[in-house]
């Protein structure tokens, strides 16, 4: 579901902020990151770059990187569903990946 899917992506933002995505940008950033025009448009580095220099606060740019990256994946998946006949399986966060690759090869027999 979509609120599913809004959810798992907050979590994740807040998980990368939580963990090293400041601290590895400016690493990179001292590497020459904002030399590489592809990486700098990268969700979530682009905005760090931002923080970086100042032109938003640490909870604006998290903020701002969720939002992207909800664009992304509405994105993503109007893409997937013009691309062929797709047949959607909702995974419970409870399942395992075991069971999940179960639940697919059932549904791959003849």
Do not use: C, H
Not at 18 to 41: D, F, Y
Not at 92 to 110: G, N, V
Request: zero cysteines.
């Amino acid at each position: 579901s979509r609120e599913d899917v809004v959810r798992r992506i907050n979590l994740r933002v807040d998980a990368l902020f939580a963990a090293v995505l400041i601290e590895v940008t400016r690493s990179l950033t001292n590497r020459g990151l904002e030399r590489n025009r592809t990486a700098t448009q990268a969700i979530g580095y682009r905005q760090v770059l931002e923080l970086l220099r100042g032109e938003r606060s640490r909870l604006e740019t998290i903020e701002l990187v969720k939002v992207r990256t909800r664009q992304f994946a509405k994105r993503q998946l109007t893409w997937f569903q013009g691309q062929m006949d797709l047949r959607w399986l909702e995974v419970p966060s409870s399942e395992s990946p075991s069971e999940t690759a179960k639940r697919i090869a059932a549904l791959l027999k003849p």
